[in-house]
Nanobody, 123 residues
Framework: QVQLQESGPGLVKPSQTLSLTCTVS??????????WSWIRQSPGKGLEWMGA???????YYNSFFKSRTSISRDTSKNQFTLQLTSVTPEDTAVYYC???????????????WGKGTLVTVSS
């Protein structure tokens, strides 16, 4: 059973960079052909897919976030990370890492989710 766990600071100041890590257990982030995503939910809004990193290390981004977002991985630790630059209070949200249940899905059909971590952007 694949399990995901987000970690990172719960409070970030405006204009700073938000950095979160997802630690995966029960499966390798390099297993063909899975894609590992970051998704967020702001207060009163729906889920927003931010981007994903593939088994190969290739990355894919939501165009809305692309200029501010970077996803990377550490295969030795079976972790992948999200960096979101120049944050504003509008980036306050619960951030999730997730993976689809089937291969080749990039941004849909998430069957495995972390519990989520609340990040508040405030001075």
């Amino acid at each position: 059973q694949v399990q995901l766990q987000e970690s990172g600071p719960g409070l970030v100041k405006p204009s700073q960079t938000l950095s979160l890590t997802c630690t995966v257990s029960g499966g390798s982030i390099t297993t063909n052909y899975y894609y590992w995503s970051w998704i967020r939910q702001s207060p009163g809004k729906g889920l927003e897919w931010m981007g994903a990193i593939a088994y190969s290390g290739n990355t894919y981004y939501n165009s809305f976030f692309k200029s501010r977002t970077s996803i990377s991985r550490d295969t030795s630790k079976n972790q992948f990370t999200l960096q979101l630059t120049s944050v504003t209070p509008e980036d306050t949200a619960v951030y999730y890492c997730a993976r689809p249940g089937v291969t080749f899905n990039t941004r849909e059909g998430m069957d495995y989710w972390g519990k989520g971590t609340l990040v508040t952007v405030s001075s």
